[in-house]
């Protein structure tokens, strides 16, 4: 599942190699993180001192509001949240024009989060966990199909970051669609209610109500929610070995990986550096393995 690139491999790339190994759901792993990073000062402010001040599991920079979301009232911290934050952002979208340009035509750059939690040992619900193997499932609300990209640094000086795999989602559909109850070809598109919802919450985020969107559904993202629940309901299917696998991240290092697409877990690490961006499934090169086709079509391409 893993493809490591060097500095010097990644200089060699093929202009379309790395962007089409993540749509066949590879997991992209850099030893040392192809971006600047921030500062060692500003990065032990964020792992001292924002997990006392979180209001919520992560702080997130939202690019559209320009704001942190996640922290209590110090803002000497919260100014250094967007700071920080912002700056990463804009690094890693810099990186990924040059690497997989024709993957972020038309994209959506969505949150710049910092996550200070241990992973392991959360005890959070099974829908809610990390820890539990799954495929992401809606982003930012509706995504009608287009993909999840996340792009990861372990910015903890002393720690590696564990995840899992059970490989990706062509092969998962293969095996577990019945039991999740997704096999068969299904009809995607928008009905009269889902564009009613959708003309109605976009309204209310031109009138200033952010979050609207967030609220958001399609077909295609119902039936995404109903395979990843199964995935994290299903201790059989958690507990399968056949093509599990797991994989360190040591401090510095960095990854990416379309999360729709690559089953994942984080089975521990704490301090992560996480940007999320939505690619247009109309940019893909290899739209017949997106999980958008599979489930339209109801079988995986030959």
């Known amino acids: 599942m893993r493809v490591t690139y060097s500095p010097e491999q990644l200089a060699a ?20 993180c192809p971006i600047e990073l921030p500062s060692a000062a500003d990065l032990a402010l964020l792992r001292e001192q924002l997990p006392r001040e ?14 942190v979301h996640g922290l209590k009232g110090d803002p000497a911290l919260r100014e250094l949240g967007v700071r920080v934050l912002r700056t990463h952002s804009e690094r890693v979208e810099a990186f990924l024009h040059a690497t997989i340009g024709y993957l972020t035509r038309g994209w959506r750059v969505g949150t710049s989060s910092f996550r200070p939690v241990q992973e392991k040992g959360r005890n959070l619900k099974p829908h809610a966990s990390n820890e539990l193997v799954h495929v992401d499932a809606g982003a930012y609300g509706a995504t009608n199909g287009d993909r999840i990209l996340r ?20 092969s998962l559909y293969q095996r577990y669609a019945a039991a999740a109850g997704v096999e068969g070809a299904h009809r995607l598109d928008k009905g009269p209610l889902d564009q009613l919802r959708t003309a109605l919450l976009s309204g209310l985020a031109a009138a200033g109500v952010k979050a609207a969107t967030v609220v958001d559904s399609s077909p295609y993202d119902r039936l995404m929610r ?11 299917f958690q507990s399968a070995r056949d093509t599990y696998e797991e994989m360190r991240f040591p401090p510095f290092s960095a990854w990416m990986v379309l999360t729709d697409t690559t089953s994942h877990a984080s089975l521990s690490g704490q ?27 109801g079988r995986v391409a030959a």
């Open 151 to 170: 792009f990861f640094v372990n910015v903890n000086p002393a720690e590696d970051r564990v995840w899992a795999t059970q490989g990706a989602f062509a």
């Open 271 to 297: 301090h992560a550096l996480v940007n999320t961006f939505l690619l247009r499934l109309a940019a893909c090169r290899l739209p017949a393995v997106a999980p958008y086709h599979i489930l339209r079509a």
């Open 13 to 32: 790339a093929a202009p379309y190699e790395i962007g089409e190994a993540l749509e066949r759901g590879r997991i992209i792993c850099f030893p040392t």
């Open 54 to 67: 979180l209001a919520s599991k992560n702080a997130s920079y939202h690019p559209e509001s320009g704001r």
């Open 226 to 236: 109903r395979f990843h629940n199964y995935m994290k309901d299903t201790p059989a």
